[in-house]
């Protein structure tokens, strides 16, 4: 141990110091799939059990080292949860604080547990004397005490992104509509530019600094037509990632007129498993007019019992004087509900994006996925009679897994008559590149190995290979060069 350097001490430090998210389901703390954020696993300020504290512990030379790397203890949960009792947790958040050093901050703030309890708010006052150092906040439950007193004494000059998290409280929308001048302390954020909201908190009340917005994401906690009021406040958005389960017309107000997004570039859809209020979503599609957008993502969650409105989308592209280079389709909806998803839907879609260069579709059990593999594959073909090959532009063709023992769904004999009829076509572009993913569940016990190595994969593949094409297999543990 002696021997070892100290860089390889702090690289493995930094890799033990995070902790999971999923805790024992009889706690109370434990963490829903859809509420796991990168916040719900950095160390606890006042948990001296784990983290940098625990770690500190062991020997002289390890608390050392921990002491001397503010990386450590830059990005930490502050909550009262952890709070002994008899202590007051001054000293070792102050502790905490000094071995941070000058870095930035990542931080994730209980505050209704500290905020609003008047023998801890001192605590809360030392945090907020470092809010020059804050890059990244993520806020459980955020009270109104919190916005009061972080609005008069601080500024968050470094402050990059801002997470809200749910928590096992509901949101109190008279806490805004009282007096929303307590969050201006975000106007004072110049290089605030990445917004989260995975609580049904209504972000559109808030005085921000919208046009600075580069980022947003919006969970399916939220109405589609509160997602909607926050794009049409945020014209220079560049990525925008919704989870969208209820899209009824609640709000006829909210789809009057076009959403012109100038600048956004990526776009993610995705429908949760629970989404079912979704007779409406087309008419949320229609209205978007993205003209720069260079990528869109299409994601239907397993279980799933609505299929994306792919007919929607292709209406706004040819609608957008945009050029999609990369497109992603991932359908895992449930096999066995009415009405059943239309080939000529993908198809509609998939001749509004002639300069598509990366293809993204998952192959599996599902219909959703069976129906993307039949009606896409068979078109990559050139010649033979047909009106004309899909997707000219097309260079990469990826294809996801969602479980081992979808690879074996995979019709080879036609991609491999796809893409070598591209190699012979003079006015199709090749397909140089195959990348194959495969997801592996937290339950897998297998060897990742074998799931990349050829052996594993029929003789047609190392065929291809030989002939010119480029195949990477991915899991989600391991890549490999096949």
Same mark, same amino acid.
């Given at each position: 141990?002696?021997?070892?350097?100290?860089?390889?001490?702090?690289?493995?430090?930094?890799?033990?110091?995070?902790? +999971?998210?999923?805790? +024992?389901?009889?706690?109370?703390?434990?963490?829903?799939?859809?509420?796991?954020?990168?916040?719900?696993?950095?160390?606890?300020?006042?948990?001296?059990?784990?983290?940098?504290?625990?770690?500190?512990?062991?020997?002289?030379?390890?608390?050392?080292?921990?002491?001397?790397?503010?990386?450590?203890?830059?990005?930490?949960?502050?909550?009262?949860?952890?709070?002994?009792?008899?202590?007051?947790?001054?000293?070792?958040?102050?502790?905490?604080?000094?071995? =941070?050093?000058?870095?930035?901050?990542?931080?994730?703030?209980?505050?209704?547990?500290?905020?609003?309890?008047?023998?801890?708010?001192?605590?809360?006052?030392?945090?907020?004397?470092?809010?020059?150092?804050?890059?990244?906040?993520?806020?459980?439950?955020?009270?109104?005490?919190?916005?009061?007193?972080?609005?008069?004494?601080?500024?968050?000059?470094?402050?990059?992104?801002?997470?809200?998290?749910?928590?096992?409280?509901?949101? +109190?929308?008279?806490?805004?509509?009282?007096?929303?001048?307590?969050?201006?302390?975000?106007?004072?954020?110049?290089?605030?530019?990445?917004?989260?909201?995975?609580?049904?908190?209504?972000?559109?009340?808030?005085?921000?600094?919208?046009?600075?917005?580069?980022?947003?994401?919006?969970?399916?906690?939220?109405?589609?037509?509160?997602?909607?009021?926050?794009?049409?406040?945020?014209?220079?958005?560049?990525?925008?990632?919704?989870?969208?389960?209820?899209?009824?017309?609640? +709000?006829?107000?909210?789809?009057?007129?076009?959403?012109?997004?100038?600048?956004?570039?990526?776009?993610?859809?995705?429908?949760?498993?629970?989404?079912?209020?979704?007779?409406?979503?087309?008419?949320?599609?229609?209205?978007?007019?993205?003209?720069?957008?260079?990528?869109?993502?299409?994601?239907?969650?397993?279980?799933?019992?609505?299929?994306?409105?792919?007919?929607?989308?292709?209406?706004?592209?040819?609608?957008?004087?945009?050029?999609?280079?990369?497109?992603?389709?991932?359908?895992?909806?449930?096999?066995?509900?009415?009405?059943?998803?239309?080939?000529?839907?993908?198809?509609?879609?998939?001749?509004?994006?002639?300069?598509?260069?990366?293809?993204?579709?998952?192959?599996?059990?599902?219909?959703?996925?069976?129906?993307?593999?039949?009606?896409?594959?068979?078109?990559?073909?050139?010649?033979?009679?047909?009106?004309?090959?899909?997707?000219?532009?097309?260079?990469?063709?990826?294809?996801?897994?969602?479980?081992?023992?979808?690879?074996?769904?995979?019709?080879?004999?036609?991609?491999?008559?796809?893409?070598? =009829?591209?190699?012979?076509?003079?006015?199709?572009?090749?397909?140089?590149?195959?990348?194959?993913?495969?997801?592996?569940?937290?339950?897998?016990?297998?060897?990742?190995?074998?799931?990349?190595?050829?052996?594993?994969?029929?003789?047609?593949?190392?065929?291809?290979?030989?002939?010119?094409?480029?195949?990477?297999?991915?899991?989600?543990?391991?890549?490999?060069?096949?």
């Amino acid at each position: 141990m002696e021997r070892i350097p100290t860089e390889i001490f702090c690289t493995i430090f930094g890799l033990s110091i995070t902790q +999971d998210p999923h805790r +024992d389901d009889n706690s109370e703390d434990s963490v829903d799939e859809t509420d796991i954020s990168e916040g719900r696993m950095w160390p606890s300020v006042f948990d001296f059990r784990k983290g940098p504290w625990s770690i500190s512990r062991v020997c002289r030379k390890w608390r050392m080292i921990c002491t001397c790397l503010p990386k450590l203890w830059s990005c930490f949960t502050f909550s009262a949860n952890d709070l002994d009792l008899n202590r007051d947790g001054k000293a070792a958040l102050n502790a905490w604080l000094s071995f =941070s050093g000058t870095s930035k901050l990542s931080i994730l703030i209980e505050p209704d547990g500290i905020c609003n309890v008047s023998h801890r708010i001192k605590l809360f006052e030392i945090l907020a004397g470092h809010a020059e150092r804050w890059e990244r906040i993520e806020l459980v439950n955020s009270t109104p005490n919190f916005w009061f007193m972080l609005s008069f004494k601080s500024r968050l000059h470094s402050l990059k992104r801002v997470t809200f998290l749910s928590g096992c409280t509901s949101f +109190d929308p008279d806490a805004v509509s009282s007096d929303s001048s307590h969050y201006r302390v975000f106007l004072d954020a110049p290089q605030f530019h990445t917004l989260i909201n995975r609580d049904d908190f209504p972000l559109y009340k808030l005085p921000m600094p919208w046009s600075q917005l580069t980022e947003y994401e919006g969970s399916a906690r939220a109405h589609v037509a509160d997602h909607f009021r926050v794009l049409r406040l945020t014209p220079n958005l560049v990525k925008c990632r919704l989870e969208i389960a209820d899209a009824d017309h609640s +709000d006829e107000s909210s789809f009057s007129s076009p959403l012109l997004l100038p600048k956004l570039q990526r776009l993610q859809i995705q429908t949760p498993s629970f989404a079912e209020g979704l007779q409406q979503l087309s008419s949320f599609i229609q209205l978007m007019k993205l003209p720069a957008l260079q990528m869109l993502s299409i994601v239907s969650e397993h279980h799933t019992r609505v299929f994306p409105p792919f007919h929607a989308f292709a209406e706004v592209l040819r609608g957008s004087p945009c050029e999609v280079r990369q497109l992603e389709l991932v359908l895992a909806c449930q096999p066995d509900f009415q009405p059943r998803l239309q080939p000529e839907h993908i198809l509609d879609l998939l001749k509004a994006t002639p300069r598509l260069h990366h293809l993204c579709i998952t192959v599996g059990t599902t219909q959703g996925s069976r129906v993307l593999q039949d009606t896409i594959l068979p078109r990559l073909l050139v010649g033979r009679g047909l009106e004309g090959a899909l997707l000219p532009m097309l260079n990469t063709l990826e294809l996801k897994f969602p479980v081992p023992s979808a690879v074996h769904m995979l019709d080879l004999s036609t991609l491999a008559a796809g893409i070598r =009829s591209r190699w012979a076509s003079i006015g199709s572009e090749a397909i140089r590149n195959l990348v194959i993913t495969i997801e592996l569940s937290e339950g897998w016990i297998g060897d990742d190995s074998d799931m990349v190595s050829s052996a594993c994969w029929p003789p047609i593949m190392e065929v291809l290979q030989e002939e010119g094409l480029n195949i990477v297999v991915h899991t989600t543990r391991n890549t490999c060069l096949f």
